[in-house]
């Protein structure tokens, strides 16, 4: 019986997709969440403390159309 020595080649063939995480947002503003009322169309509204339609009594849905807006937070 023969000595079998099992050479291991590594491939090394990782070539980086260039798939980084950047993120590219910008936290220095502040950005309000708000929301149109789906029903009435009224708003808009705060998503944070408004979480029905003062108009229609319209609790927010998925329907609603929610947008985020940014906050000019300087003076
Ligand atoms: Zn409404
Ligand atoms: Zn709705």
């Given at each position: 019986m023969g000595k079998y020595s099992s050479a291991s080649s590594s491939k090394s063939?990782?070539?980086s997709g260039g798939k980084q995480a950047s993120s590219s947002r910008t936290g220095?503003?502040?950005?309000?969440?708000?929301?149109?009322?789906?029903?009435?169309?009224?708003?808009?509204w705060n998503y944070q403390i408004d979480t029905h339609c003062f108009n229609c009594s319209h609790q927010i849905c998925n329907t609603c159309d929610v947008r985020q807006i940014p906050i000019d937070t300087r003076k």
């Amino acid at each position: 019986m023969g000595k079998y020595s099992s050479a291991s080649s590594s491939k090394s063939s990782s070539s980086s997709g260039g798939k980084q995480a950047s993120s590219s947002r910008t936290g220095s503003k502040t950005q309000k969440w708000i929301w149109y009322c789906g029903n009435c169309k009224f708003g808009p509204w705060n998503y944070q403390i408004d979480t029905h339609c003062f108009n229609c009594s319209h609790q927010i849905c998925n329907t609603c159309d929610v947008r985020q807006i940014p906050i000019d937070t300087r003076k």
